[in-house]
């Protein structure tokens, strides 16, 4: 079954811009989770979303926002952006219950200038 | 809080030699889970292993052993006769029950495993 899927691939924004980043889970997974990783900073809980609600948030200001869909598809959106939201956004999907697995996509690469 | 330390920021073996990346956590949850993610290239976290804290047993799965120890709060991961392929950055992570959620990680440093001929 197709994995994790997350457009777009890379983006190149400037200061000040917003940016909206979209990622679609491995179907049946209904628990989508968003991670920064920086090469300071590591890799950083964003949120997670489940059944189109926000169920955890991660120490990120609130210029970064997200939102799922019905069938499960997320969205987060950056607004305002900063040099130092260039990062790598990774999705991640699972299965709900505590401790499973997280199937992480490939990510989106942005670049803020 | 809770934390996951890798102290090894960089091995670089030879291949078919043995390798063990380090992995310590602290937490105060009686309830966690521990996990193992590699990172090649492409970027995408590829899941190895899980643990939970109820079940302190060793594992082997082909040319990967993992180590899991309450007393001294580490869980390691031993590649044998490491290949080329085993080449990128290993990932441990913490994951407490008082989340509540299954999604909310907490990742070590990573440990970039560089394997050459």
């Known amino acids: 079954k197709a994995g994790v899927t997350q457009t777009p691939r890379y983006l190149i924004k400037t200061r000040g811009q917003q940016v909206t980043l979209s990622c679609s889970p491995i179907s049946g997974h209904r628990s989508v989770s968003w991670y920064q990783q920086t090469p300071g900073q590591g890799l950083q809980f964003l949120f997670e979303?489940?059944?189109?609600?926000?169920?955890n948030k991660g120490n990120f200001p609130g210029r970064f926002s997200g939102r799922q869909f019905s069938n499960s598809r997320s969205e987060m959106n950056v607004s305002t952006l900063e040099l130092g939201d260039s990062a790598l956004y990774l999705c991640?999907?699972?299965?709900?219950?505590?401790?499973?697995?997280?199937?992480f996509g490939s990510g989106t690469q942005l670049s803020v200038l | 809080a809770q934390k996951v330390t890798q102290a090894q920021t960089e091995i670089s073996v030879v291949e078919k030699e043995d390798v063990t990346l380090d992995c310590v956590y602290e937490t105060r949850d009686t309830t966690y889970y521990l996990f193992w993610y590699k990172q090649p290239p492409s970027g995408e976290l590829v899941f190895l292993i899980r643990?939970?804290?109820?079940?302190?047993q060793n594992e082997i799965s082909g040319r990967y052993s993992w180590n899991f120890q309450k007393s001294t709060s580490s869980f390691n991961f031993t590649i044998t006769a490491s290949q080329v392929v085993d080449s990128a950055v290993y990932f441990c992570?913490?994951?407490?029950?008082?989340?509540?959620?299954?999604?909310?990680?907490?990742f070590g440093t990573g440990t970039r495993l560089q394997v050459t001929l």
């Open positions: 992570a913490l994951s407490e029950g008082g989340t509540g959620t299954a999604s909310k990680l907490t």
């Open positions: 643990r939970n804290s109820f079940v302190e």
């Open positions: 979303y489940f059944s189109e609600t926000q169920r």
């Open positions: 991640a999907s699972s299965l709900v219950e505590f401790g499973e697995k997280l199937f």
